[in-house]
């Protein structure tokens, strides 16, 4: 079956500092990849999407590029600011697979000032 | 143009009774999906409607059940609550099944079972 895999958090850094959040991928057919981020107390919001293979996906300074030959998503952030601290989570969506998304574990992401 | 909505925002029940969750979802959109984010089981997919229809379901129990209306909201039921049951149920609608659609999420409801 198809699943996620996401580095486990917390992660904390620095206001203005590089961020990866590493994501891998297992899946039968050709999914479409997402990150989502949820503010505390709030429900999932869309970061970005890539819906093939070397696509690119971004949104407020946040990429992440579909990587089919090491089955990966890792998000990045040049510069990351306080109000970036959420918990970020990778899913997949395959219409092979009934169409839901399967998620990571998500990745508390804390800035600090 | 509206989001997802979900009611109510918070709810709280004690073990052995029933609960009904509401979902609108975005205008336009057919498809609505149901999952459940329990502390430490992360998101977990519970059921998929389109077009009225059950499309999907994941791995729960069938006191977990619910139903699409015809403007395409949807309704979730859990019935004979358990503790375990305490979690935020999300629910997100998408304009249909393709292979490039995208689910937008409401903000949830949380449910805590005493």
């Known amino acids: 079956g198809n699943s996620v895999t996401q580095m486990e958090g917390p992660v904390t850094l620095s206001e203005e500092a590089f961020l990866t959040i590493n994501c891998t991928y297992t899946?039968?057919?050709?999914?479409?990849l997402f990150w989502y981020v949820q503010y505390p107390g709030e429900g999932l919001q869309l970061l970005l999407k890539?819906?093939?293979?070397?696509d690119k996906g971004s949104n407020k300074g946040f990429e992440a590029t579909y990587r089919k030959e090491t089955t990966s998503f890792h998000l990045e952030k040049g510069s990351v600011q306080v109000s970036d601290s959420a918990v970020y989570f990778c899913?997949?969506?395959?219409?092979?697979?009934?169409?839901?998304?399967?998620f990571g574990g998500g990745t508390r992401l804390m800035v600090k000032p | 143009e509206a989001g997802v909505t979900q009611s109510p925002t918070h709810l709280i029940k004690t073990r052995g009774q029933q609960v009904t969750l509401r979902c609108s979802p975005i205008?336009?959109?057919?498809?609505v999906y149901w999952y459940q984010q329990a502390l430490g089981l992360g998101l977990q997919f519970l059921l998929w409607?389109?077009?009225?229809?059950?499309?999907n379901r994941g791995n729960f129990p069938p006191r977990f059940s619910g139903r699409q209306f015809p403007n395409y909201s949807s309704e979730l039921n859990v019935n004979a609550l358990e503790l375990e049951d305490s979690a935020l149920y999300l629910c997100?609608?998408?304009?249909?099944?393709?292979?490039?659609?995208?689910?937008?999420f409401g903000p949830g409801t949380r449910l805590l079972v005493l």
């Open positions: 205008s336009g959109h057919t498809s």
């Open positions: 899913a997949l969506s395959d219409n092979n697979a009934g169409n839901m998304l399967t």
């Open positions: 997100a609608s998408s304009s249909g099944s393709g292979t490039e659609e995208t689910q937008y």
């Open positions: 890539a819906t093939k293979a070397d």
């Open positions: 899946a039968t057919g050709y999914p479409s």
């Open positions: 409607y389109d077009e009225g229809e059950e499309r």
